[in-house]
């Protein structure tokens, strides 16, 4: 469903796929949607008519994340064995949108990839996995520029700072980790186990504040090179998604409630 943010008119309503939406994306020039399914498809929307453009791809195992790179030319998807039939791989596959045509797969989970994310400038590509891994690829060639460890349980969400330094993900083992995506170092935890599953990241452009969505609620952390503080929303929430400015965010939990909220 697409709604207006701040009327909560619904918009459209895109219903086509037959088994759970597990992840969504828009193009960088807000044009297009992408929505990647447990029914092993992922479909292309036109965003202003809400109207399906394309079976994007199908016959693929469970789709639980995708990510638009920033020149809009191509599109990545995490993979794992589907829930029922246990079958299929884990593995992040590349797609070229003009064509549709899979570019390049990148393999060496033991996982499933549930969130994947392209650098700002699109030389890297991060994919979160079950193993509690997360690797960085050159997507271009293939080739596996880092392995991060350091996580002991399953890695649902990453997140990567718009000035392409930082990548920060988040865990079922109830933490927050900040990296430098250059070198691949742990530069510092921002939740240290603490906590219960955290679902989902999202970050602020100007990189200062991250949010945080899992069974203890929604964690506002604000960000700073010498201090680190929190806020903490009691609201049920596992997906988060924040604006561009940083003053809105919205949260969406299983029992279908999407909330949105300001910063004042």
Known sequence: MGWKLFTGELLHTLSDHSDSVASVAFSK??????SGSGDGTIKLWDLERGELLDLFAENLDSVHSIDFSPDGETLACGTSKNLW???????????????????????????????????????????????????????????????????????????????????????????????????????????????DEIQDIAISSDGQTLISAGYDGINLWYL??????RFNIDADAHHIAISSDGQTFVSGNYNGVIKIWRRD
């Not at 700073?224 to 503080?229: A, D, E, M």
């Open 29 to 34: 020039d807000g044009q297009l949607l992408a």
């Open 85 to 195: 039939t246990r079958h299929g791989d884990y593995t992040i596959k590349l797609w070229r949108i003009s064509d549709r045509k899979l570019l390049r797969t990148f393999s060496g989970y033991s996982g499933g990839v549930y969130s994947v994310a392209f650098s700002p400038d699109g030389q890297l590509l991060a994919g979160g996995s079950g193993d509690s891994t997360i690797q960085i690829w050159n997507p271009h060639t293939g080739e596996l520029i880092h392995r991060l460890t350091g996580h002991s349980e399953v890695i649902e969400s990453i997140t990567i700072s718009s000035d392409g330094q930082t990548l920060i993900s988040s865990s079922y083992d109830g933490t927050i980790k900040r990296w430098n995506l250059k070198t691949g170092e742990l530069l510092g935890v921002i939740a240290g186990g603490s906590y």
């Open 224 to 229: 700073s090179p010498k201090s680190l503080h």
